[in-house]
């Protein structure tokens, strides 16, 4: 497998691009099964998380054109040949349940593989599958598969209540209920910006929807959608990390194309921490001001709380801080597992539970490490860029799940990294 090799590092200087929105594009691509029309994704980013949607989507009968070298994703479905999410598919990436709102919305049907656990936490689907069956879905578990038939009619709107925020299920109830016949209200719905970006592709779509961003969304079913071009929002996840290289490294870095509205728990935490975010017009500069990163304590939460899919890079941070700090981590029961990696480069870090404290320490010793999941090796490479010494960083695959040309972005502001291929390592 490959590794990624990194050296401490001096003061970082320059630009980090940063991409479309890994967790916007993969319920815009479904999209596509709303509709008969052509759907194009602009800014959308390079990503094996994409291939693995493509690869679905494709599976089913649609037509997926990758252009201009990813950043473009034509597609559309016709007819659906297949209406079966296979298993072999599913397991890869468990945002493959995505399809399963909209193929019930389309044509009444869906074969959809449950996704299984993964490295962070058990992750079940059953508010994806209660939404539905508030729209009337006949829903039929059996041999791991999610066997889903929707009334004679079609599926009806309906008033659903969340019990508690999910990203994911408020996606696949969103699109089920463009098509659904009256009216469906979402309540206690995500509010993240890639719900927001989903609401704005579908209405481009001919779909009827108020109130994404807050916590109620209202849809008014219509009888069909039309294609649409959409580009996909910035990716804030890609932008807080790479907002938190020039916040361990020092020197100054410009963010092309973020915006502070994306991420503002997470810039009032920076500015905590002793480090500044400028916007500027091509997009956010970070520094680090005179003296040492101050402690700070997080607890994550859904948006417009601090993400959970920055605690594993914001722990790295911390990590060289002065004092003590605590984070919280609510949104899933196991994400900590880069702690005892980074531990292995001196950090000082007592989890219980999901709480993690952690105390700064003067410097950390590279050291080979172990990605164990997509956020937690990033945090393990920006550990490694303030670390004195080599950091090996190994199953690297994760990465790539996530962050298009880490590398090369990360280079491109003076990192000292590289990528050994499997072969040479
Ligand atoms: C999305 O996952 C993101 N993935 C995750 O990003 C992100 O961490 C998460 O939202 C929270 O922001 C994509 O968008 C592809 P949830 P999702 O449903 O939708 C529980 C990354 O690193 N839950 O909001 O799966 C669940 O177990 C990934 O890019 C149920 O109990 O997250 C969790 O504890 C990691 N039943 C909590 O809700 C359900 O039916 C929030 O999960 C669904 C979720």
């Known amino acids: 497998m490959d590794q990624i090799i990194v050296h401490g590092n001096g003061p970082l200087k320059g630009e980090i691009p940063i991409a479309g929105a890994k ?20 800014n959308a980013p390079r990503l094996s998380d994409i291939r693995t949607m493509t690869e679905l989507l494709q599976s089913l009968g649609a037509e997926v054109a990758s252009l201009q070298d990813g950043q473009v994703l034509a597609l559309s479905s016709h007819d659906l040949a297949s209406h079966r999410a296979d298993y072999d598919i599913v397991r890869k990436m468990r945002a493959s349940i995505l399809v399963l709102g909209p193929m019930l919305a389309r044509d009444g049907r869906a074969e959809v593989s449950l996704p299984g656990g993964c490295a962070i936490g058990a992750r079940p689907v059953d508010l994806h599958l209660r939404a539905l069956e508030a729209m009337g879905a006949e829903l039929d578990l059996r041999d791991g598969y999610v066997h889903a038939k929707a009334p004679s009619g079609g599926l009806r ?16 109830a969103l699109m089920a209920a463009t098509l659904a016949r009256g009216t469906t209200v979402l309540k206690n719905a995500a509010r993240e910006p890639e719900i927001v970006d989903l609401a704005q592709c579908l209405r481009a779509m001919g779909a009827q929807i108020e109130g994404e961003g807050t916590g109620t969304i209202t849809i008014e079913g219509v009888q069909a959608l039309r294609g649409a071009t959409h580009p996909v929002v910035t990716d804030r996840i890609e932008l807080g990390t790479y907002m938190l290289a020039p916040a361990m490294c020092g020197g100054e870095v410009e963010c092309l194309g973020g915006r502070i509205d994306l991420l503002a728990a997470f810039c009032e ?10 916007e500027t017009s091509r997009g956010l500069k970070v520094a680090r001001r005179n003296g040492r990163v101050r402690s700070v304590d997080v607890t994550t939460a859904p948006f417009p709380g601090f993400p959970t899919d920055l605690q594993a890079q914001f722990m790295a941070l911390m990590c060289l801080a002065e004092g003590k700090s605590v984070l919280e981590e609510t949104i899933f029961e196991n994400r900590f597992m880069h702690a005892p990696e980074l531990m292995r480069m001196g950090a000082r870090i007592d989890v219980h539970g999901g709480q993690a404290v952690v105390t700064g320490v003067d410097k950390l010793r590279g ?20 670390a004195e010494g080599q950091t090996t960083v190994s199953r690297v695959y994760h990465l790539d799940r996530g962050y298009e040309h880490v590398v090369r972005k ?3 502001v003076g990192a000292h990294v590289e990528r050994l291929k499997e072969e040479q390592t």
Request: aromatic share 2%; charged share 15%.
């Open 157 to 172: 709107g309906a008033v659903f209540e969340f019990p508690l925020v999910s990203v994911g299920a408020t996606e696949n």
């Open 367 to 386: 050291a080979p490490v172990m990605a164990t999941d997509l956020r937690a090796s990033v945090s393990l490479i920006l550990a490694g860029m303030a």
């Open 410 to 412: 990360l280079r491109g």
């Open 23 to 42: 967790n916007a594009c993969l319920a815009l691509m479904p999209a596509t099964l709303l509709t008969d029309q052509p759907l194009t994704l602009t």
């Open 269 to 278: 935490k920076l500015d905590e921490a002793g480090i500044s975010v400028e």
